[in-house]
């Protein structure tokens, strides 16, 4: 298995709603990561998950709440977002080992706030 | 800090050709270099990691060149076919612990022509 999924594909939600991004990965991979993608942008990153232990991006609004539940998979709560929070958001996951820590991502969610 | 460019941002050449893709870096303290392919509405796949050792790196019909003394990645494809049509992403690895995520430049859009 060489892929990261994500689910959902597509997600809308309201202000006022609590939904959780999830993405999986089986490659024995030690890092995950959560990127924010806008239309025409490149990626942000947000989170950064280290054998379980996360390194915060200072800038990552608190409406936003990582999880690493284990090895394989993380969890991106959310709640209480802004319409400007619509973006793709992309999940990516690396070995971090002596070979150079190559980083591959999920196909992402496509989120929309109203 | 550190930061990525790529130039063009826009590149449109007939089939057959072949084609140098550009991206600079300020820092030259880099951990590795990844190229990535997108295409719309999609994640990212990853085409090419340099790590800050190495030289160049090749797959397929694509290479990738690093400089790191003068801050420069190219990505040279050969033989350019209408599949190859996407945005190219360069990112940089700044710190080996992984706790910085990549930084990414702003891509170069691709179409090849039939």
């Known amino acids: 298995d060489t892929e990261v999924t994500q689910t959902p594909k597509h997600l809308v939600m309201g202000m006022t709603n609590k939904k959780s991004l999830k993405c999986e990965q089986h490659?024995?991979?030690?890092?995950m990561y959560w990127y924010k993608q806008k239309a025409k942008k490149p990626p942000e990153l947000m989170f950064v998950?280290?054998?379980?232990?996360?390194?915060i991006n200072e800038s990552v609004p608190s409406r936003f709440s990582p999880e690493c539940p284990n090895s394989s998979l993380l969890n991106l709560h959310l709640h209480a977002l802004q319409p400007e929070d619509s973006a793709l958001y992309l999940c990516?996951?690396?070995?971090?080992?002596?070979?150079?820590?190559?980083?591959?991502f999920g196909p992402g969610t496509r989120l929309t706030v109203l | 800090k550190q930061e990525v460019t790529q130039i063009p941002a826009a590149l449109s050449v007939p089939e057959g050709e072949n084609l140098v893709l550009n991206c600079s870096f300020t820092d030259s303290a880099i951990y590795n270099l990844q190229w990535f392919r997108q295409d719309p509405g999609k994640g990212l796949t990853s085409l090419l990691l340099?790590?800050?050792?190495?030289r160049e790196q090749t797959s397929g019909r694509l290479n990738a060149s690093l400089d790191k003394s003068s801050g420069r990645s190219t990505l040279y494809i050969a033989a350019s076919q209408p599949g190859d049509s996407a945005t190219y992403l360069c990112?940089?690895?700044?710190?080996?612990?992984?706790?910085?995520?990549?930084?990414f430049g702003k891509g170069t859009h691709l179409i090849i022509q039939p």
């Open positions: 990516a996951s690396s070995l971090r080992d002596r070979w150079g820590n190559e980083q591959f």
């Open positions: 990112a940089l690895e700044i710190s080996g612990g992984g706790a910085d995520g990549l930084t």
């Open positions: 998950y280290s054998y379980e232990k996360l390194s």
């Open positions: 490659m024995g991979h030690r890092a």
């Open positions: 340099i790590q800050s050792s190495q």
